[in-house]
C-alpha cells in the first residue's frame, strides 16, 4: 500500500470534527474545494458563521491583521529614512531645514516653487538627470532650500548626500592619507551613484588640480549616468569659473561649470538676475 507523502497538508482533505459557533452554537460546515475537473476536496478549515458575533469577531480579527501590516510597513519605512538620513550626512542644525522650515525671503517665491516642483517631479527630473543650480548672495538660503529639498526625498526614501564642496574635498583627501575612515573609492563611489547629490557653496573650497580632479569625476560621472545634482554658489559664472581655475585651469573650469549648467535648472535667488551680473 502506497504511503501518502507527509506533506503537513494531510488535514485538508480530511473529515475535521465536529464544530459549533461559539457564539450561537449553529453546527459550521467544513469548508471545500471543487477542482476543475468537477472532484471536490475537503479543507482544513471550518466556515466562518453569519451571525452577527461571529461576523464582526472575524471583522476585529481582519482590521488587527491589516493594522499589524500597516504599522510593520510604516515600522521598515521609518526605518529607512532613519538610515537614509543618517548616511545622507544632513546632521545637527541642518536636521531642521527642511522645505516646511523655509521662510521665504521677498522676491524668492519663484526659487521655493520650484524646489516643491522639483520634489513633487522627482522620479520625472531624475530619469532626464535634471538638478537645481541655486545660486545668490550669502544668506539668502540656499543652502536650506537645498537642504529641503534632499529632506523631503529622503522621506520618499531616495538616497541622498548632502556636503560642501569642501568638506567632499577634505573626506577624499583624508582617505587619501589615511586620516579619515573608509576608502576614497567607497567615498566616490557613494557621490557617484546616490540618486540626488546636494553641493553646497560650490567655489568656497580650496583650488588645486588634485581637486579640479576629484570635483569633475563626481559631476562628470553623475551627469554620464544621468543622476542629478543640487549645486549652491555664491558665485556668478565667471567668477566661479576664476574660483575653479586658480591654477589657470580655465578650460576645466569653464568645462565643469559648463556642464552643470547643462545638468541643472537655473535657480537665482534673492531676487538677483545672475544673467546680468
Ligand atoms: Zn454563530
Known amino acids: 500500500m502506497e504511503q501518502a507523502m507527509k506533506t503537513g497538508l494531510e488535514s485538508w482533505f480530511q473529515p475535521l470534527p465536529d464544530k459549533q459557533c461559539p457564539f450561537c452554537g449553529h453546527m459550521l460546515r467544513q469548508l471545500t474545494h471543487t477542482v476543475a475537473s468537477g472532484e471536490t476536496y475537503l479543507l482544513g478549515i471550518y466556515e466562518t458563521c453569519t451571525c452577527a458575533a461571529a461576523q464582526s469577531e472575524q471583522a476585529a480579527a481582519m482590521a488587527a491583521k491589516a493594522e499589524a501590516e500597516r504599522k510593520r ?4 519605512r521609518a526605518s529607512t529614512v532613519h538610515a537614509l538620513m543618517a548616511a545622507s550626512g544632513i546632521r545637527g542644525r541642518y536636521a531642521s531645514r527642511t522645505l516646511q522650515t523655509y521662510a521665504v525671503p521677498p522676491g524668492d517665491e519663484r526659487a521655493l516653487k520650484v524646489a516643491l516642483n522639483y520634489v513633487l517631479k522627482f522620479e520625472e527630473q531624475r530619469e532626464k538627470g535634471m538638478g537645481l543650480y541655486l545660486y545668490g548672495t550669502c544668506g539668502v538660503g540656499k543652502t ?3 537642504y529641503g529639498v534632499a529632506h523631503a ?14 568638506d ?3 573626506e577624499l583627501r583624508g582617505q587619501m592619507d589615511g586620516t579619515a575612515n573608509g576608502t576614497e573609492y567607497e567615498t566616490m563611489l557613494r557621490y557617484l551613484t546616490c540618486d540626488l547629490l546636494v553641493i553646497d557653496d560650490l567655489g568656497k573650497q580650496q ?4 581637486s579640479m580632479a576629484q570635483l569633475s569625476t563626481i559631476f562628470d560621472g553623475r551627469c ?6 543640487i549645486v549652491t554658489t555664491n558665485y556668478s559664472d565667471a567668477e566661479l569659473i576664476e574660483r575653479l581655475a586658480l591654477r589657470s585651469d580655465k578650460k576645466t573650469a569653464a568645462s565643469i561649470v559648463s556642464r552643470l549648467h547643462e545638468m541643472t535648472y537655473d535657480v537665482p535667488m534673492s531676487g538677483q538676475d545672475y544673467r546680468s551680473r
Open 73 to 76: 510597513v510604516e515600522d521598515t
Open 153 to 166: 526625498l529622503i522621506e520618499q526614501l531616495h538616497s541622498v548626500i548632502c556636503r560642501s564642496a569642501t
Open 207 to 210: 583650488v588645486t588640480d588634485w
Open 168 to 170: 567632499i574635498l577634505l
Open 144 to 146: 536650506h532650500l537645498a
Open 224 to 229: 554620464q549616468d544621468m543622476l542629478p545634482v
